[in-house]
């Protein structure tokens, strides 16, 4: 047990499984109207789009300030 909890734990540290999920919950707005469908859709993609832009991909080095203004 306590080894699936520590894949999960790795799992949930990645953006690519956030994304993953967010898309999953995304799909589910098939099976309703096509004005819910449309909004759950622009959500879950603006969600995936936050994700992607606040996460950092494991592996990445940190990025160094820009100081571009000196």
Known sequence: ??????????????PSTWRGVLALLTSFGIAISPQQAEAITAAGLALIGLVGVFTKDPGTPPREPNNAGK
Do not use: G, S
């Open 1 to 14: 047990m306590e080894k699936t909890l520590d894949w999960l734990k790795r799992q949930l540290a990645q």
